[in-house]
C-alpha cells in the first residue's frame, strides 16, 4: 500500500512515476490512483519538473481522489508548442501532464469527491505558416478534462495547445453537478472551451478564461479561432452561478443549445446568474442553436465587442450579430451593458411569436456595414426592454434604423415605446442653402402621461467647407430644443447637441433631424447618441 508524505498527499514521483517527457505513466497512475481510493481517499501530487507527465492514455480519477501540482510557476506564454524533442522551456516551470490519447480525456472524474489543483496540460500542434490567410487546422485533442460525478473542485487549472478544454458531462438519468465548482482556470484552446452537459445542480464558476497564446498573433491561427472557437458550449445547464468569465477571438462566446429531457424539463441555460461576462473580439457574444431553444439567464456587468478586421481563410466579413437571441422562448435580462463595437446587429430577439429581453444601463456602438442593417432586429411579438441610463451611438458606416420589423415592442423603464429611427441614408450630404431631412421619422409615444427627457448629439465632419459657411440642425417637432449652429467655413470634425430637453405627453412624434447648409457645403457623420431618461 502507498504510504503518504504528509497526511493523505501521496508523492507520484516516490512510486516509479517519471516527468521526462517519454515514459507512458499510464498505468502507475491508475494503479496508484485505485490504492489511494481504497484508503479512503487522499491527494496525488505531481510535483513540478524539468519536462511533462506523459501518458499515452487517459487516466480516471476515482472516489475521493485529488489531483495535485504545482500550478504554473512562473510561465511567461511565449508562442512555442509541446512538441518534442526539445520541450519549450515552460515544461520545466509547475506540474504538467501531456496525454497523448486522441479519444479519452487526459482527465476523467470517475468518482465523487474527486478534484484537480495546480495541474497544467499541455498538447503538441503544428507549426502555422507565417503567410497570411493560410490554412491552419490543429490536431484535435479530446477535452483535457471530463467530470462525469458530483462534489468535484477544479482549481489553479492550465490547458495549452489543445482543441477542448474542460467538460461536465453528466447524463439524462440523473443530471449532475452538485457541490461542483470551477475557479482560476486558464483554456488556450481552439475549439471548445468549456461543456456543460445535463447540470441541473447549483455550479459554480469563478474567473474562467477561454483565449489562446499558441502563436496568438499569427493570422492563421487567429482565422481558425473565429471560424471554430466556441467558449462556452452550453447544454442543459441549470441554476449556475458565474462570476467572471471571458473569451477571446471567438466564433461564439457562449452557445445555449437546448438538451433534454431531464426530470420532464428542455432548456440551455436556465435561472443562470452570470456576473462579469467579457466576449472580446469575437463574431458572436451570445447565440441560440435554434429558434425555439429556451433561455432564462440574468448577467450583469456585460461586456461584448465584435472583431474588427477579421477577413478569414474564406474572405468573409465579420457581419454577424453579436447577442443573437433569434428564439420565441428566451428570457434574458441584461444589467451594465457595454458595447464598444458592434459590426453587426447589436441584437436580434424572437423568431415572430415572442422572446424577451431587458438591457439595463447600455453603452453601445454599431457600425452597420450591409445597406438597411439594423441595430436591433426584433421579430413579431418579441419585446425588447431597454432600460434608464442608456446609449447607443451610431459609427462609422451607419446605415440602417436603431430597431427592426418587431416595433413598437421597445420599451423603456420609463414606459416609453420607440418606433423606427433611421440613422443616416447618406455616406454624406451636400447643402443647398435650403432645409434637408438627414432621418426618417423618430416617433416616441409615452405611456401613462408621464414625461420624458431626451438628448440627441453627435458630430459631423466637413470635408468641403465654403467661405462664411454654417450648417444649422433642428428638429422640427422638437422645439423646446436648441438648433444647434455650426460653422463649415474651415474643414473638420464638428459637434453638435440639443441639451437636455423635457417634452410633454403630448409629443408623441419626434420627427426628423434637419439641417439647411449653405450652397455647397459637403460633410459627413461621425456618430449620433440618443439619450432617453
Known amino acids: 500500500m502507498p504510504i503518504a508524505l504528509s497526511g493523505n498527499v501521496y508523492n507520484a514521483q516516490n512510486y516509479g512515476i517519471v516527468a521526462d517527457g517519454s515514459t507512458d505513466n499510464t498505468s502507475a497512475l491508475n494503479s496508484l490512483i485505485s490504492q489511494i481510493s481504497a484508503l479512503g481517499g487522499g491527494y496525488l501530487y505531481l510535483p513540478a519538473a524539468t519536462n511533462t507527465y506523459v501518458t499515452n492514455s487517459g487516466i480516471t480519477l ?23 524533442p526539445p520541450p519549450p522551456f515552460w515544461a520545466s516551470y509547475g506540474s504538467w501532464l501531456q496525454c497523448k490519447d486522441t479519444v479519452n480525456s487526459a ?3 470517475g468518482g465523487h469527491g474527486c478534484g484537480i489543483k495546480g495541474v497544467n496540460f ?3 500542434q503544428p507549426t502555422p505558416s507565417a503567410t497570411p490567410h493560410t490554412t491552419w487546422t490543429p490536431t484535435t485533442w479530446p477535452y483535457a478534462v471530463s467530470v462525469e460525478h458530483s462534489n468535484v473542485a477544479l482549481e489553479d487549472i492550465f490547458v495549452m495547445g489543445g482543441t477542448h478544454g474542460i467538460r461536465w458531462n453528466y447524463t439524462s438519468t440523473s443530471g449532475g453537478g452538485t457541490m461542483c465548482s470551477a475557479r482560476n482556470i486558464l483554456l488556450h484552446v481552439f475549439k471548445v472551451g468549456i461543456q456543460t ?24 491561427v487567429v482565422d481558425y479561432e473565429l471560424s471554430n472557437l466556441i467558449g462556452w458550449d452550453c447544454h442543459y445547464t441549470d441554476n449556475i452561478v458565474v462570476n467572471g468569465f471571458e473569451v477571446f477571438h471567438a466564433l461564439d462566446a457562449l452557445l445555449l443549445t437546448d438538451q433534454g429531457p431531464i426530470q420532464g424539463n428542455t432548456h440551455s441555460l436556465w435561472n443562470a446568474s452570470i456576473h462579469g461576462f467579457a466576449a472580446n473580439l469575437c463574431r458572436r457574444a451570445i447565440r441560440v442553436a435554434a429558434n425555439n431553444t429556451n433561455v432564462r439567464a440574468y448577467f450583469s456587468n456585460f461586456l461584448a465587442q465584435s472583431v474588427s478586421s477579421y477577413t478569414g481563410q474564406t474572405g468573409s466579413t465579420p457581419t454577424d450579430t453579436l447577442i443573437q437571441l433569434g428564439s420565441d422562448n428566451v428570457n434574458v435580462k441584461i444589467a451594465n451593458c457595454t458595447i464598444p463595437t458592434a459590426n453587426g446587429q447589436l441584437a436580434s430577439i424572437g423568431n415572430g411569436l415572442s422572446g424577451e429581453v431587458m438591457i439595463d444601463n447600455l453603452e453601445a456602438t454599431y457600425n452597420a456595414l450591409t445597406t438597411g442593417q439594423v441595430g436591433i432586429g426584433l421579430s413579431a411579438g418579441s419585446v425588447f426592454h431597454l432600460g434608464a441610463r442608456s446609449m447607443i451611438r451610431a459609427g462609422t458606416n451607419p446605415a440602417g434604423p436603431l430597431a427592426g420589423s418587431g416595433l413598437p415592442n421597445v420599451q423603456s423603464a420609463m414606459g416609453i415605446i420607440w418606433q423606427p429611427f433611421a440613422w443616416f441614408s447618406q455616406a454624406s450630404y451636400t447643402g443647398t442653402g435650403s432645409i434637408q431631412d438627414l432621418t426618417n421619422d423618430f416617433a416616441v409615444q409615452l405611456l401613462q402621461g408621464r414625461s420624458l427627457i431626451i438628448r440627441i448629439s453627435g458630430q459631423l465632419n466637413v470635408t468641403t467647407p465654403q467661405a462664411s459657411g454654417t450648417i444649422t440642425l433642428t428638429i422640427p417637432n422638437f422645439p423646446e430644443a436648441n438648433p444647434s449652429v455650426i460653422s463649415a467655413s474651415t474643414s473638420g470634425w464638428r459637434a453638435f447637441d440639443t441639451g437636455w430637453v423635457t417634452l410633454s ?8 433631424i434637419r439641417f439647411t447648409a449653405t450652397n455647397g457645403v459637403v460633410f459627413q457623420f461621425g456618430d449620433l447618441t440618443v439619450q432617453v431618461v
Not at 405627453?505 to 426628423?512: E, I, P, V
Open 197 to 220: 452537459n445535463y447540470v441541473n445542480d447549483t455550479m459554480h464558476f469563478d474567473n474562467i478564461h477561454v483565449r489562446n497564446l499558441f502563436y496568438e498573433d499569427n493570422p492563421n
Open 122 to 124: 499541455g498538447y503538441a
Open 62 to 84: 476515482l472516489q475521493g481522489v485529488k489531483l495535485l501540482g504545482d500550478g504554473i510557476m512562473n510561465f511567461s506564454g511565449m508562442d512555442l508548442p509541446l512538441n518534442t
Open 107 to 109: 482527465v476523467t472524474i
Open 505 to 512: 405627453s403630448a409629443t408623441n412624434n419626434l420627427g426628423r
